[in-house]
Each structure stands twice: as structure tokens, then as C-alpha cells.
């Protein structure tokens, strides 16, 4: 039907000589415009293959949209926020989807940052996400992490140390070789893996697969 447009609207501009130069200009325009409109929906259409979303995933909320502004989420009652990048409805749930543009592999913290999502919006959506998208690196990897009863406990894990740590418990020292190589009082930090003792360094907590 596009093309039929196309070729209709061309012979007409053909046609177009002896005709008001404003007559003109509007045809070129409406001409215009329907190329515009296709180069938009297949630019759309190829972000969401790249993104990896389903094509019957409907977009509700996309960070810095005019028209779908993002959902900001704040719980007194589990003393969490957040703000998920998108949200699109997948399969009768409300999905979060995060992006994660530079970084090359998925960490503990992005999982995390997820499963926080995934509780808020439950809470103020009222239907548990079954899963949310990580999107990753400069080629749009994407990663389905289900929210499980198991990561839900890690994450709990984390929220609760640190809680602990803001009302005044240590910190459990997490020593890694490249960021305490990085470190400007590794010198003086008996956990470092330049410091004197590392017996007392816990792995920390790892995030359920």
C-alpha cells in the first residue's frame, strides 16, 4: 500500500509543472514525510531485533521519552527506589529492561539492580515479574534473568548487610587484584592482596545463577 502511495504521489509531481509553486511544496512534502515514516519504523523495528525484544512486547515506559516517560518507583515500606531504563509488557507482565552500554559482561550489581525492579514493581504494579532484560555492551547483548525465589534470597542477603554496615557493623572486605592494585591506601589495608594478612577477607556474596 506504501509503494502504491509512492508511485501515485511521484506521477502526480510529474504532472505538477504548470501548478502553484505552494501546491507543489505541499506535495513534496507529503511525499516527504511518508519517507520519513517508513525510515522510522524500520530503524524501530531493527532496534528491537537488536535490543532482542519480542515483537508482541508493547513499549509502556523508556527513559528520557517524551511520550513514554519513565516510571520512578520509591518504597517506604521495603526502603528501596528505582528507575528501570524501559519497561515494556510481555506475555501480560510489566518487564524491566536495563541497559548497560559499557559494560562487557554482566555483574553481581547489574543483577541486583534488576531484581530490585522486579520487587518494585511488583509492589506498585501488583504482578510479579517472572524476568527482566539486561542489555549489554555496544552490540545489545541480551540476557534474560529470571527472578527466582534463590536470587530474590542473594538480593535479600545484600540489602541486609548493608543495612548492617549503615547502622554500624564492618564492612566484609571483598579484596580483587586490579582494583586494589588501584587503590590509594592499599599500603595500609591489611586486606589488600598487597597487605600482610588476607585470611580474614571473605569472598562475599555471589549472586545465585
Known amino acids: 500500500m506504501k509503494e502504491s502511495a509512492k508511485s501515485f504521489l511521484a506521477e502526480i509531481l510529474i504532472d505538477l509543472s504548470s501548478v502553484n509553486l505552494e501546491i507543489v511544496l505541499l506535495v513534496m512534502l507529503v511525499v516527504f514525510t511518508v519517507i520519513v515514516l517508513d525510515a522510522v519504523t524500520l530503524f524501530i523495528s531493527r532496534g528491537r531485533d537488536e535490543f532482542g525484544v519480542s515483537k508482541r512486547a508493547a513499549t509502556i515506559a523508556v527513559d528520557g521519552s517524551s511520550t513514554l516517560p519513565v516510571r520512578e518507583y520509591f518504597s517506604e515500606s521495603q526502603g528501596l527506589a528505582g528507575r ?117 577477607a571473605s569472598s562475599g556474596l555471589k549472586v545465585i545463577q
Open 84 to 200: 528501570p531504563d524501559a519497561l515494556i509488557s510481555e506475555e501480560g507482565f510489566i518487564i524491566p529492561v536495563e541497559r548497560k552500554p559499557t559494560a562487557k559482561k554482566i555483574r553481581d550489581r547489574h543483577v541486583a539492580q534488576l531484581l530490585v525492579y522486579m520487587r518494585l514493581i511488583e509492589e506498585f504494579e501488583g504482578k510479579k515479574p517472572p524476568y527482566g532484560y539486561l542489555i549489554i555492551g555496544t552490540k545489545c547483548r541480551k540476557f534474560k534473568i529470571e527472578n527466582t525465589p534463590g536470587r530474590q534470597a542473594w538480593l535479600q542477603k545484600l540489602i541486609d548487610e548493608m543495612r548492617a554496615i549503615k547502622q554500624g557493623a564492618d564492612a566484609i572486605p571483598m579484596p580483587h587484584p586490579r582494583k586494589c592494585a588501584k587503590c590509594d591506601v592499599r599500603a595500609h589495608c591489611a586486606y589488600s592482596y598487597g597487605g600482610k594478612d588476607l585470611s580474614k
